[in-house]
Nanobody, 126 residues
Framework: QVTLVESGGGLVQAGDSLRLSCAVP????????MAWFRQATGSDSEFVAG????????RYADSVKGRFTISRATGNNTVALQMNSLKTEDTAVYYC???????????????????WGRGTQVTVSS
């Protein structure tokens, strides 16, 4: 199991933007389907966005569609989550997740992901 490394979290105001990054320390990064999950205090973990190993397929939670964009950069083995028009309800710990051997499908359930990061805190104030 590989530990992924998230960065980019912080404290911002509603309406601001933030970019999260996830480093995947694996030479076979191109074989991984990737996703972002988040968990707010007192709430269950929820799927935020996912991207297929080729980058050709993406999926978003309804709550972030049109505001968040997931992307991947094979050259430096990273996955990014660009978050625009942030809302207070986006406050949570954000986790990066990876699934080796994924095809074109993007999975929303946690059980399909084998590699996880430790999370980065995003706090949006009003």
């Amino acid at each position: 199991q590989v530990t992924l490394v998230e960065s980019g979290g912080g404290l911002v105001q509603a309406g601001d933007s933030l970019r999260l990054s996830c480093a995947v320390p694996r030479r076979n990064f191109g074989m991984y389907g990737m996703a972002w999950f988040r968990q707010a205090t007192g709430s269950d973990s929820e799927f935020v966005a996912g991207i297929s190993r080729s980058g050709g397929h993406t999926r978003y939670a309804d709550s972030v569609k049109g505001r968040f964009t997931i992307s991947r950069a094979t050259g430096n083995n990273t996955v990014a989550l660009q978050m625009n028009s942030l809302k207070t309800e986006d406050t949570a710990v954000y986790y990066c997740a990876g699934r080796l051997g994924a095809g074109t499908e993007v999975f929303e359930a946690r059980k399909y992901y084998t590699d996880w990061g430790r999370g980065t805190q995003v706090t949006v104030s009003s």
